[in-house]
C-alpha cells in the first residue's frame, strides 16, 4: 500500500517562498514519476510539476515555471516543490501525486495525498 503525507503549506504574503514536501511510504517510490498538483476552491484539479523517477527530468505548468522546482530524493522517498515569487492565484490545496506516466505526461495520479493548504496574501 501506498500512502503520501504532505507538509510545508502555509500562509504567505506574495512574493514569498514555501517548501513542501511528499513523504512517500511503500515499495519502488524510486521506480515512479512523481507530482504535484493543486486544486483552488471552485476550480478543478490543475497539475503543477513532475520529475522523472531519477530527478533528472521535470516538467512544469506553463504557469509555474521559472518560479516552482520539483526535486526528489529517492533516499529518503520523499518528493519536493520549492515555491518562490508566490502569488496570490497560486492559493490552493496542494497535492502530492505518484504517475504511471512518464514525466512530461504523465495522466492522473493513481495515489495521492490529503494535500496541504498554500495560500498566497496580497
Known amino acids: 500500500q501506498v500512502q503520501l503525507v504532505e507538509s510545508g503549506g502555509g500562509l504567505v504574503q506574495a512574493g514569498g517562498s514555501l517548501r513542501l514536501s511528499c513523504a512517500a511510504s511503500?515499495?519502488?517510490?524510486?521506480?515512479?514519476?512523481m507530482g504535484w498538483f493543486r486544486q483552488a476552491p471552485g476550480k478543478e484539479r490543475e497539475f503543477v510539476a513532475a520529475t522523472s523517477w531519477s530527478g533528472g527530468y521535470t516538467y512544469y505548468v506553463d504557469s509555474v515555471k521559472g518560479r516552482f522546482t520539483i526535486s526528489r530524493d529517492n533516499a529518503k522517498s520523499t518528493v519536493y516543490l520549492q515555491m518562490n515569487s508566490l502569488k496570490p492565484e497560486d492559493t490552493a490545496v496542494y497535492y502530492c501525486?505518484?504517475?504511471?506516466?512518464?514525466?512530461?505526461?504523465?495522466?492522473?495520479?493513481?495515489?495521492w495525498g490529503q494535500g496541504t493548504q498554500v495560500t498566497v496574501s496580497s
Open positions: 501525486g505518484r504517475y504511471l506516466g512518464i514525466y512530461n505526461n504523465p495522466g492522473q495520479p493513481d495515489y
Open positions: 511503500g515499495r519502488s517510490f524510486s521506480t515512479y514519476t
